[in-house]
């Protein structure tokens, strides 16, 4: 077992099966040895229901944390899906997180450390990122939040 994978299981943490496209585009695109993931959501939860809504609105602070959270975890699934060894990433280089959120909701870096935060307690210094985080008006589905990775990888 990979040394990521093993503390995956430390935290608990079982993937699911990586998410697949929901329209005409790929999943992951390398270039050299970076990978780049298309915009993954948070669903569905552990229950099978899922996040919707915006932040400022339907959605809490908390819930937009714990939907970044689950964001996280799936895009650890897309890249188990592409590589297969996770122990292949070697630095997580960028994070694009859009909150759908009212026009006064001031916190979407609140809500993406959801996401950046799990990404370091799985990849620890690996998982150190550059990040934007910004407000939306509209996510497919009424989904919260969608993060875009990069990530540079070995062979």
């Known amino acids: 077992m990979s040394q990521i994978e093993s503390r995956l299981e430390e935290l608990g943490i ?6 697949a496209p929901v329209a005409n585009y790929v999943p992951v695109v390398r270039t050299g040895n970076l990978i780049y993931l298309s915009g993954v959501g948070p669903t569905p939860k552990p229950d099978g229901s899922e996040y919707k809504g915006k932040l400022g609105d339907t959605i809490s602070l908390e819930e937009g944390y714990d939907s970044a959270r689950l964001t996280a975890i799936n895009l650890i699934a897309r890249l188990k899906g592409y590589l297969d060894d996770l122990d292949r990433v ?29 990404l370091v307690e799985v990849f620890g210094e690996k998982g150190r990122h ?21 990530a540079e990888i070995s062979d």
């Open 90 to 118: 070697t630095q997580i280089i960028k994070l694009l997180a859009m909150v759908n959120s009212t026009p006064d909701f001031t916190e979407p870096p609140a809500v993406a450390n959801g996401c950046s935060d799990l």
């Open 130 to 150: 550059a990040r934007s985080a910004i407000g939306v008006a509209t996510l497919p589905g009424g989904m919260p939040i969608e993060i875009e990775l990069i």
């Open 14 to 19: 079982t993937l699911p099966t990586s998410p």
